[in-house]
């Protein structure tokens, strides 16, 4: 805080007391404005917390595929839909992940209401192409494979898509993004939409997963528990999943594999 001090002692010399209430207002607002804390804070995320070598990260579920998370002082929301009331009270984000073009990923009415002016966004180039302009000027576009380093945080695109043949339809390879982002020491998987996938079965290191769970258009609890159960993240939160037995989900992952599920309800009314 040393920087304050030259506000504190140049532009405010104290006044009488009859003013001083004025003049102590005057002078927290100089203070906050010195620190760039004008704008109004929405209360802090709430959630459950994962901790990290730098501070706890903070998993706020929405809404099928929508979350929020909080770290230090960021916020990120992963595939905000629904309109931005569902989003009331909540901080802004400072970064939106976007996995792909369907609208349980990807609107844009919802987009423009939650964006702040300086939110940065990710998302591979099927998505980015939608946006409207503004937003698309900040996004940075991720294919498979490629990272990026944002506010902190390592963020990287990895495939996602269908490989039974009668789901091929929904998801071409390559055109959305999963991603994996390290927040600290810890690593968050968001699987978007996929099938149990030879990448997904590969990744290492997976402190928190998100993974999707519903037919038609993505894959059997059987097929996700398989690849839980090959990847091992420390703990699972089943989303996406909606007409799936999460339940049995969670029986098939079963306790010998190391790995916590989090059965959360995503689709309150
Ligand atoms: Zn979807």
Known sequence: MRSLNP???VRFPRPPSARLAHWRLGRFTALLAACGAVTAAA?????????TNDGDLVIHPIHHATLALGWKNLTVYVDPVGGAQRF?????????????IHGDHLDAGTLAGVAGEKTALVAPAAVAAQLAGDLRSRTTVLTNGQSAALLGLTIEAVPMYNQTPERLKFHTRGRGNGYVVTFGDQRVYFSGDTEDIPEMRALKNIAVAFLCMNLPY?????QAASAVRAFRPKVVYPYHYRGSDVEKFKQLVSDDAGVEVRVRDWYQP
């Open 7 to 9: 506000v504190r002692s």
């Open 88 to 100: 009331a009270g909540l901080p802004r984000p400072d970064l939106i992940l976007l996995t792909d």
């Open 43 to 51: 209360a802090p995320l709430t959630g459950d917390r994962v901790p």
């Open 218 to 222: 993505t894959m059997t609890v059987e």
